[in-house]
Each structure stands twice: as C-alpha cells, then as structure tokens.
C-alpha cells in the first residue's frame, strides 16, 4: 500500500463537497453540546483506528452523554450512548438533506436533542443554504473516501511526531470541519491585541501568537493537496527565511504568508518522513526565530525529564 497514494483534487471534488457538509453537520452537533475551550479546541474531530469521532459529548437538555463516529472503514456514521445505545447508518447514497433528516431522526430516537443552532453550512458557498434542503451534493465514493482516510491517518502521525518536539502550550492533532484541514498549533505566551471589528471565530483562534502546521486536500484557492505552515501575526521578513525540502515554497494568501510543500512533492521524495519532517521544522524555526520565541520551549523527542535531557 502506497504510503501517499496520487489524490488529485479533481478526481474526488464531488465526495469531498458532499463528506465536508456531512463533517459540517456533525461538527455543529458537537459545538453545542460540548464544553467551550481556548482555541475551539472543543470543536475539531479527533482520528480514530476506523475514522473520526467526536469525542463524547453532553445533551444538554437530557444529560445524557453520547459520541458521534464516522466509521471510513464500513462507512457508517455511528451515534452511541454512555449506556449502550446505538443508532448506525450507511454515509453512501445520501444527498446533505437526507443526511441531515437521517441524523436528527437517530438523535431523537436515542432521546437526545442536541441540535445545531446554525443548521447550514460554515464559510461555504451554499452557506445560505439550510442542511436540510440541500440535495445538490450526494456523492460518496467509498474508494475515495477510504483513500482520504488513509492520507489523514499518515498525516495525522507525522504531526504527532512534529508536536513532540515542543514542550509549550501545543494544541492536540485535530480535523477542522470548518476547512477541512488537520492541523496542530504551537502557541507563543504573548497575547493578540484584537478589536471587535474582527469576528469572533478569528478573535478566539488568534487570541495568542501561534504558528500552525498542517494540511489540507486541496480547495478552489489552492487546488493542489499540500502540507503548509504559518505563522500569526506574521512577522516582518518571514517570506525571505529558507524552506526545505527544496520543492517547499512560500506563497501568499489574504495578505499573509503561508508555507507550502506540495503533496506531489512528497509522493516523489527518497524519504517521505524526513521531508514532510524538515519542511514543517524550518517552516517553525522561521516564524519562531523572527517573532522571537524563547528556543528553551523545544524538546527532543518529547523529552523533557531533566535527567535524560
């Protein structure tokens, strides 16, 4: 099995458009029913040996606690309880509609009703557009669904081998349903100054310096899958600072910069480890020297027992 296999945006769009809303909808689930934290780290999903999962959550009407699953190997969306409940359904041949009905329906079966406050999509084009009456997207390509979950799965660990190697504030690895990206972020202690004007998603999310690693699957911006990193605020002469691998370049978006290795780049390099590794280790070493991060706040290997240190 090809550790990256070739997943052009193109051959997939259709299935991507459709699981993204389906992420959206669960997604918003989770928003209300569990615990606000720093960041929203509340909100992404956490991988799983079969998929993505919320996480257990609270109904806040009934108290009952409950986790909602995407299983990508029998693709099934999978709602459980604490007492062992279950509802499951099949994710292939459902338009967003008949999703979004179909998940409210095993909700109020397993007597809870938590639901979204904001039943449409976030930053989408159709965002004024309810769940409930989209039947444009329904497609589900089981291979290339699979294939998705693969390329998480490979990607998620490399972040977690990234993630040891800072002993600072590091939020978990996790799955934003919000752009469809997996991400982990280091944070700095200097807070943002940030006016109302900005809204308060942005507010929260930037409320400190941070330098995020990731990657994504490819959008109508960039419409290529790739690894990325950046810093915010972004400090002055960041795009100067060197990258590796030599195929990793900066590119500007929103009037910012952002790091970019291209998936194809990594497909095609000796050691796919080392250079997924060493983009998203220079990508940091040039935000965090311009901003001035204190280097005492990297380990190696997770390490900070002072003995073996």
């Known amino acids: 099995m090809e550790q990256y296999p070739a997943f052009p945006l193109a051959d997939w769009r259709p299935t991507k458009e459709t699981v993204h809303r389906f992420a959206q909808i669960i997604g918003k689930i989770r928003l209300a029913a569990s615990p606000r934290r720093n960041h929203w780290w509340n909100v992404p999903f956490h991988l799983t040996g079969r998929g993505i999962t919320t996480r257990p959550m609270r109904d806040p009407a009934s108290g009952r606690l409950f986790t909602i699953d995407f299983d990508f190997v029998a693709h099934r969306l999978v709602i459980a309880t604490l007492a062992g409940d ?34 449409h999509p976030f930053d989408l084009p159709d965002s004024g557009r309810p769940f409930a009456e989209d039947t444009e997207h329904h497609t589900y390509d089981t291979a290339a669904v699979t294939t998705y979950w693969r390329i998480l799965s490979r990607v998620a660990m490399e972040l977690e081998v990234f993630a040891a190697d800072y002993c600072g504030k590091t939020s978990p690895v996790h799955h934003f349903w919000h752009t469809f990206d997996i991400a982990v972020t280091r944070f700095s202690d200097r807070k943002v ?27 109508d911006h960039t419409p290529e899958p790739a690894f990325y990193s950046y810093t915010a605020p972004e400090p002055a002469g960041l795009a100067a600072r060197p990258l590796e691998p030599a195929a990793a370049r900066w590119t500007q978006q929103n009037g910012s910069h952002l790091a970019v290795l291209p998936y194809a780049a990594v497909r095609g390099a000796p050691d796919q480890h080392a250079a997924v590794q060493d983009f998203y280790h220079s990508a940091f070493r040039a935000g965090a020297d311009l901003a001035g991060w204190p280097a005492a706040r990297e380990c190696n290997h997770g390490v900070t027992d002072p003995v073996l240190v």
Not at 90 to 108: E, I, K, M, W
């Open 193 to 219: 100054d940030e006016d109302a004007s900005i809204d308060p998603v942005t507010r929260e999310a930037y409320s400190h310096e941070v330098i995020s690693s990731g990657f994504w699957f490819g959008d």
């Open 86 to 119: 279950e509802v499951s359904f099949p994710l292939a041949g459902r338009s967003v509609a008949d999703f979004y009905r179909t998940t409210l329906a095993a909700l109020a079966h397993l007597g809870i009703r938590t639901r979204p406050a904001l039943p």
